[in-house]
C-alpha cells in the first residue's frame, strides 16, 4: 500500500518553486491564486527573496503548503494514495491531498495558523533546538529538570529530537545535552516556540477559523501528529489539528504504525524531498521511497 508524506515549516528554501512556476500552467494558476487569497506576492519572494524574508512564519508556513501541493497536482502519473500524513505544517497538505480540504481552505487555515503562530512568537523570545544521538527519555528528563518553558516538541526518529521553548531555557539545554554526549545539539532558525505551551495563544484563534471551514470525510486515512493513528472522521480531525499547535509531533510513532499498518511504499511531497525518508530510513532501511 502506498503512503504520502508531506513535510513541514523548516523545509523551505530560496527559489522553491520557481521551476514548477515555469514549467507548468496549472503550476501558474495555483501561484496566481495564492498570491491573490493570501494578500500579497508569496510565489516572488519564494521565488527571489532572501533566506531572512523566507524565515518569517507567516511566510514559510504559506510557501511550504503552496510548494507541496503544486508539486502534488503537477506530478505526473501519481497514483491515488492509500494513506497521508503530514509533519506539523504537513497535515495541512495531507489534508488536500486527501481530498478533505480544498486548496483554498487549507490555504486560509495555514495563513490563519502563520499569523497566530508569529503573534505567539511576538510575546516572548523563544526558539527550537535539535537534539541528535541522545535517547528521548534522556532529553526529556533534562527538559523536565530546567525550572523553565522546554518540552519535547518533534520525535522525528530514533535518535532525533527538536525541543522547543524559551531562549534561555534552550541555550542551557544544549550545553547541559552537550556534555550529556549528544552528537549534535543546535538551535533551529525558526521564529518561535512551536509545539509548546507557548503556543497556547495562537490556539483560539486557529480554532475558531478550523470551526468555520468545512471538513470533507478523507478519501483515505490520515495518520496525524497529535497520537499518530488513522483517522477517517472530519470532527476528530479538526479537532486533533487544533491540540497540534500546543503538542509535540510523534512523527516516529505515526511512521512505526503506518508501517505496522501495512504500508510498504512512500512518496514525499515538498521541500527538498528527501527530510522525511531520512528519518524514515532511520526506522526501516529496507523500505520503499521515493520523491517527487
Not at 42 to 53: H, K, N
Not at 77 to 106: I, Q, R, T, W
Amino acid at each position: 500500500m502506498r503512503a504520502f508524506l508531506f513535510p513541514g515549516q523548516g523545509s523551505q528554501f530560496v527559489g522553491m518553486g520557481q521551476d514548477l512556476h515555469d514549467a507548468h500552467v496549472e503550476a501558474k494558476k495555483l501561484f496566481a491564486q495564492a498570491d491573490e487569497i493570501l494578500g500579497f506576492s508569496l510565489s516572488e519572494i519564494m521565488f527571489t527573496g532572501t533566506e531572512e524574508e523566507l524565515k518569517a512564519t507567516n511566510v514559510t508556513q504559506p510557501a511550504v503548503f503552496v510548494h507541496s501541493i503544486i508539486k502534488l497536482k503537477t506530478a505526473s502519473n501519481l497514483a491515488k494514495p492509500d494513506a497521508v500524513a503530514g509533519h506539523s505544517l504537513g497535515e495541512f497538505s495531507a489534508l488536500v491531498a486527501a481530498e478533505s480540504l480544498s486548496f483554498e481552505d487549507a490555504l486560509q487555515l495555514v495563513a490563519r495558523r502563520a499569523d497566530e503562530m508569529q503573534k505567539a512568537c511576538e510575546t516572548i523570545d523563544s526558539t527550537m533546538a535539535a537534539i541528535v544521538g541522545l535517547e528521548d527519555s534522556k532529553v526529556e528528563k533534562v527538559c523536565a529538570e530546567i525550572d523553565d518553558i522546554i518540552v519535547a516538541a518533534n520525535y522525528n526518529c530514533p535518535g532525533q529530537l527538536v525541543i522547543s521553548g524559551t531562549k534561555p531555557a534552550i541555550a542551557k539545554a544544549i550545553d547541559i545535552l552537550k556534555a550529556e554526549g549528544a552528537r549534535m545539539a543546535v538551535e533551529l532558525p525558526v521564529g518561535g516556540a512551536f509545539h509548546s505551551p507557548l503556543m497556547e495563544p495562537a490556539k483560539e484563534g486557529l480554532k475558531a477559523a478550523i470551526e468555520n471551514i468545512q471538513f470533507g470525510t478523507p478519501r483515505c486515512a490520515i495518520y496525524q501528529n497529535i497520537d499518530g493513528i488513522a483517522e477517517r472522521d472530519a470532527d476528530k480531525i479538526k479537532e486533533k489539528l487544533i491540540q497540534q499547535l500546543t503538542a509535540p509531533v510523534r512523527w516516529t510513532s505515526t511512521l512505526q504504525n503506518m508501517l505496522n499498518d501495512g504500508y510498504d511504499h512512500f512518496t514525499e511531497i515538498g521541500g527538498k524531498g528527501n527530510v522525511l525518508r531520512g528519518m524514515l530510513k532511520r526506522i526501516d532501511r529496507k523500505i520503499a521511497s521515493e520523491t517527487v
